[in-house]
Structure formats: structure tokens, C-alpha cells
């Protein structure tokens, strides 16, 4: 919790409020402005009651921030503050112009320049913000991260869900060749999943390579001379993942005991495996959601 602090620097502060520009592609952007009745709202909603003093004598904008920082790093909220002033509905008239398309790549593209400029800041406290699971995180540089999006709440199923729970605690754990076998068998959850809510037999339970051409003929994922030859590379490449991660599990992961064909898995290798099994399970279920519609 102590490192949440650093977010408290004064050139943070003044990021968040809208006060310091940052350079974009020759251009220099901003947060949208926060005035000190704004500041007082937000910090309201959030719990910290202020109340703005328009006969003078109140804080400075900063200040407001900076309290409110100070309270929402004690109720272990920071991230929260975060992701409502990162968030798109905050910058409206603030971007102005385009098309709606242009409009959300310009407010990424904005946030991302905003994270470079609070990491540079922060690059002789061993510390950096990184966006994990849809949360703002302060870690150390080294520090294992799983970067994916949260997997779609189309598959509920306990099971996967403590799944990837028990994944990010092998890899904050080390327990590395742990995380092939989870990573293993939350694809073939995955699978399984799609197969049986399209009222399919499983007949290849145990086999994900089986099952994999399964949904492939389902969702018509197979490769095709009438695609684009980069799409067939992309489908492809997901296949090389998919079966990389299944030969790993059947002679690498804890599941097997390989003696002298045990090759050591290291944290960034297991980093990668979590990542690419999130990154393709999040595909297949997208893909099947658009099937379904």
C-alpha cells in the first residue's frame, strides 16, 4: 500500500487535473480540465465529502486531489479513481471532431500517453502503472503480470473462473509448471463450453486437439484459399498456440513426470503460456458470440 504514494508527486497530481500537457505525435494533449467544483464532486462520489468554498479561501486544486488520493490509497481504491477519470464519457468536449472510431482512438491514444508520462516520472522508484485485468496497478518493473482482458462472462463456470485465479497465484507463487497444466485445461474448458451450449456431443473429452478441430468446423475457423492469406496466418498461428501449449502440458507441466526430458519453464515463459491461452480463449468465445447472433 505504501508504494500507492507515489501517485501522490505533485507533476502525478497535475496530470489528473488536467494541468500538465503531453506530447502525442507532435501534439500536446491533456487530461480534461478539472476545476475545484469538479474536484469536490468527484470526491464525494467517491466517499470523501468536500465542499467547494466559492467566497474563497478554499484548497487548491491540487490539494483536492491529492486528499482525495490520500483517502482512496486507505480504502484501497486507487485503481477506481483511475478508471472513472481514464474512462470515455470523461472526456466529452474535451475531444472534439472525427468519427466515432476516431474519436475512441484518439482517447486511447491519450491514455496510453498518459500512462507513459506518470511511468516516466516514476522511473527511479523501481515502480511503474500497468493496466492488469482492467485494473490500475503500481508494481515493480519485474513484477509477473497477466495483461488480459477478463475472459467474457459468457463462460460462468466456477470452475474456470477459480481456474485463472489459482493461475495468477502460480505465477505471483512460481509455480510455474503449474500454470501449463491450468493454462491446458482452461482451454479445453473453453471448448468444451462452446461444443456443448450449441448442443453438440462431445465425443474428444481429453483431447484438445480434437476438440479444437471441433469448434474450428463449427465456427468455420478452418483455413480457406478464399481468405485473405493473412487471415489464414493468423488462423494458423493460433493453432501453433494451441498445440505448443498442449505438447508443453504433456511433457513440461507437473501433470507428467518426464525425468531428463523436463525442460525448466521459466516466469516469463509462463507468463507468455497464461497470456496466450487468455488471448485465445477470449477469441474463440467473441467468435462464438457472433456465431450465436
Not at 474536484?39 to 491529492?66: A, H, P, Q
Request: aromatic fraction near 6%; charged fraction near 25%.
Amino acid at each position: 500500500m505504501a508504494s500507492l504514494d507515489l501517485l501522490r508527486q505533485r507533476s502525478i497530481i497535475d496530470i489528473l487535473i488536467g494541468d500538465k500537457e503531453m506530447n502525442l505525435n507532435d501534439e500536446q494533449v491533456t487530461l480534461p480540465y478539472l476545476s475545484g467544483p469538479n474536484l469536490c464532486d468527484i470526491s464525494t462520489r467517491f466517499g470523501l465529502n468536500e465542499t467547494y468554498s466559492w467566497n474563497g479561501g478554499g484548497k487548491s486544486r491540487w490539494v483536492y486531489m491529492d486528499d482525495l488520493m490520500e483517502y482512496l490509497i486507505l480504502e484501497n481504491r486507487v485503481s477506481d479513481l483511475l478508471i472513472y477519470l481514464f474512462s470515455l464519457q470523461r472526456f466529452e468536449g474535451h475531444i472534439t471532431g472525427g468519427s466515432a472510431e476516431e474519436i475512441k482512438d484518439k482517447h486511447r491514444s491519450i491514455i496510453d500517453a498518459t500512462i507513459k508520462n506518470i511511468n516516466n516520472i516514476l522511473i527511479f522508484s523501481g515502480h511503474e502503472m500497468r493496466k492488469i485485468n482492467g485494473q490500475f496497478k503500481l508494481v515493480t518493473k519485474d513484477s509477473i503480470h497477466i495483461v488480459q482482458e477478463e475472459i467474457p462472462a459468457i463462460i460462468d463456470l466456477p470452475y474456470v473462473i477459480s481456474l485463472k485465479e489459482r493461475s495468477k497465484e502460480d505465477l505471483l507463487n512460481g509455480n510455474f509448471d503449474s500454470v501449463i497444466t491450468k493454462s491446458r485445461t482452461l482451454l479445453e474448458e473453453v471448448l468444451i463450453f462452446i461444443l456443448e451450449d450449441s448442443k453438440l456431443e462431445i465425443t474428444a473429452k481429453g483431447n484438445i486437439n480434437k476438440l479444437h478441430a471441433e469448434v474450428k468446423k463449427l465456427l468455420n475457423l478452418n483455413q480457406n484459399n478464399e481468405y485473405d492469406k493473412r487471415i489464414n496466418s493468423l488462423l494458423s498461428g493460433v493453432e501453433k498456440i494451441i498445440q505448443a501449449i498442449v505438447e508443453m502440458r504433456n511433457t513440461n507441466s507437473d501433470a507428467h513426470g518426464v525425468g531428463s526430458k523436463r525442460v525448466k519453464v521459466g516466469k516469463r515463459e509462463a507468463e507468455l503460456i497464461v497470456n496466450s491461452t487468455m488471448t485465445i480463449s477470449t477469441y474463440l468465445l467473441q467468435i462464438y458470440e457472433d456465431f450465436k447472433n
